[in-house]
């Protein structure tokens, strides 16, 4: 149970209350209910609380509840915590015991709700469902899927585990909606789930009806006939236009065929916190040296310079090729013409290349500089880790995926509400200051069977749906259209900062190749790049290593010089540059 469904039983018994009040309003429990369900909601919202507040919610004249208040703190349901730099000044919070026995009446009135209004089984787990904040009537789903749920058994979704799919299952685990339980639902880790995917080809008959796919893997599974293609099936359920926007569809094509509906798109931001450069006098930070500086003059007890992904295998390979962009790399070998926010992406040749150039060696020597500024741990986080340190304030800055740091607004542990600045990215050497993009399409199993396979692209029609208001910037999914109203108010900082990134044609998809083998391109750089920043490796062996690597995959094997103290050159450029033809990069 979250914060957001707590919050909601708290409205919801409150109505209850006041219609039995108006009924017999001599009841004498009513200043306590009062008195917790601020303190409850003011903790949930990070709203400060004195005692002069709380006494003005009790119903009781101020003095009485002056003295109702002290014996509650006295009681130890109440305690008081220091507010401001006198000492003199306190804010009031309910005790962990309160919290925790509220939470528990909180659980047992959802349950009791569900029953009462026939969404449920009596005796069923709470956490098997959701009840987030109220939607709009377009939120009712189909009836073929309400019926379905109970007709042919529940569709099994194979997704990330990250916030965005969360809430997916909160909309699609709503007792309101009747579509299906938790259970339906199977996150995993970005490796683990592809490693899934395929496995659940092997099988005679798919385990899931709808599968989440990184962008980056669609060639490799549309080529493999992991997933099938959609566009007669959309046709079929009526949800094609839903998908006619020319940059979405482009997202779930390979070679022309559509393979995917993109059900979210992430950014990769850099982020700072603004508290700590006002308080320090410093500029945000334009540049890698900048960004260094930064850092170490931030850094002090209890905080860190940055923090960002640099986990072993995929997080720090994303984080590679991301920041190879900026550092004069892929884009300067990104030729081709621009359509809408996607430009041509680096072929794999082109890549290997930009790995043993000097971009790739600053960018190698720029993560080693962030690793001196970051948590010790830094070499075994990504992802949510990451985003926990910056959310707990302990980091000065960080690159975080924008649809994880929506959880920096509306996440009850964050410290750091509406004290973040998302910048351009930080470059170096003529990089570019666009933004990565990245993200996730829904797609149906080849190994579906047909009737299930309609079923599925109902659910992902409606899922996307054009009539759902869903949250896009030119034309591409930004944020849930499930979200909630809070997550999506507390998300808007984020969501600005696309928009106005959009509107200027920052953003792109040149850190990644466009080809099949793009999976273990990824494990490579995770290999060679971790060696590296572990010095297990020199940056010359390592980065040549990859290059060399990388190259057998497309049966175009090179060899690559070892020149410490100059450029880093192909053979094929070195010889060029030997006859006067060419110059390094």
Not at 99 to 107: G, I, L, Q, T
Not at 537 to 553: E, G, H, P, T, Y
């Amino acid at each position: 149970m979250n914060e957001l469904e707590v919050l909601r039983i708290v409205t919801l018994i409150e109505k209850v209350y006041g219609a039995f009040d108006r009924a017999m309003p001599d009841r004498d429990d009513r200043p306590f209910w009062n008195t917790v369900t601020h303190l409850v909601r003011s903790e949930y919202m990070k709203k400060t609380v004195t005692i002069t507040s709380l006494c003005s919610v009790t119903g009781l004249p101020y003095a009485t509840s002056r003295r109702f208040i002290r014996s509650l703190i006295s009681q130890g349901l109440i305690v008081r915590s220091v507010r401001g730099k006198s000492e003199k000044t306190h804010s009031l919070h309910p005790s962990e015991g309160m919290m925790k026995a509220f939470e528990s009446y909180a659980r047992e009135m959802k349950s009791i709700f569900a029953e009462a209004i026939g969404a449920r089984c009596p005796g069923e787990s709470e956490d098997e469902y959701y009840f987030g904040e109220a939607r709009a009537s377009q939120f009712v789903p189909p009836n073929k899927l309400t019926s379905a749920a109970f007709n042919r058994g529940e569709l099994q979704f194979l997704v990330n585990d990250d916030p965005y799919f969360a809430a997916l299952r909160n909309v699609w685990t709503d007792f309101r909606s009747n579509l299906g339980s938790t259970s339906s639902f199977h996150p995993h880790q970005c490796a683990e789930m592809r490693r899934e995917l395929i496995e659940n080809s092997k099988r005679a008959v798919s385990r899931y009806d709808i599968v989440s796919v990184n962008l980056s893997w669609l060639g490799e599974l549309a080529e493999s006939n992991v997933i099938q293609p959609i566009a007669d099936l959309l046709d079929q359920s009526g949800y094609a236009s839903s998908v006619a926007d020319a940059d979405m569809k482009a997202l779930g094509q390979w070679n022309g065929e559509n393979y995917g509906v993109p059900i979210y798109c992430s950014v990769n931001t850099f982020a700072a916190r603004s508290d700590v450069f006002e308080e320090a006098g410093l500029k945000y930070p334009k540049t890698f040296d900048e960004v260094i500086a930064a850092g170490r003059k931030l850094a002090g007890p209890g905080r860190y310079g940055i923090v960002w992904d640099a986990g072993p295998g995929t997080p720090v390979a994303q984080s590679f090729m991301a920041l190879m962009a900026a550092a004069g790399g892929s884009p300067l070998l990104a030729r081709g013409p621009r359509t809408g926010l996607l430009r041509k992406r680096l072929q794999e040749e082109e890549l290997a290349d930009v790995i043993v150039s000097d971009a790739g060696h600053r960018t190698l020597g720029y993560m080693h500089r962030l690793v001196e500024i970051s948590p010790p741990t830094i070499l075994k986080s990504a992802w949510d880790d990451s985003l926990d340190v910056f959310m707990s304030g302990q980091a000065a800055m960080g690159y975080i995926w924008s649809m994880r740091a929506t959880r920096l607004e509306y996440d009850i542990r964050s410290l750091i509400k509406a004290r973040v600045k998302y910048l351009l990215q930080p470059v170096a050497f003529g990089g570019t200051r666009a933004s990565p993009l990245s993200g996730f399409l829904l797609a149906i199993p080849t190994n579906l069977p047909k009737e299930r396979a309609r079923l599925a692209i109902e659910a992902v029609g409606w899922l996307i749906s054009a009539k759902s208001d869903h949250q896009r910037e030119r034309g591409l999914p930004m944020a849930p259209r499930f979200a909630t109203d809070s997550e999506m108010k507390a998300s808007s900082r984020v969501l600005s900062f696309i928009h106005d990134l959009a509107q200027k044609g920052l953003l792109h998809t040149q850190h990644r190749p466009a080809t099949p083998r793009f999976p273990q391109i990824e494990a490579i750089l995770g290999d060679e790049v971790h060696a590296a920043l572990r010095r297990e490796k020199d940056d010359v062996s390592a980065l040549n290593s990859a290059a060399l690597r990388i190259s057998r995959l497309t049966e175009k094997p090179r060899t690559f010089l070892d020149v410490p103290n100059g450029p880093f050159l192909s053979v094929r450029d070195h010889a060029s540059v030997r006859q006067g033809v060419g110059s390094a990069r």
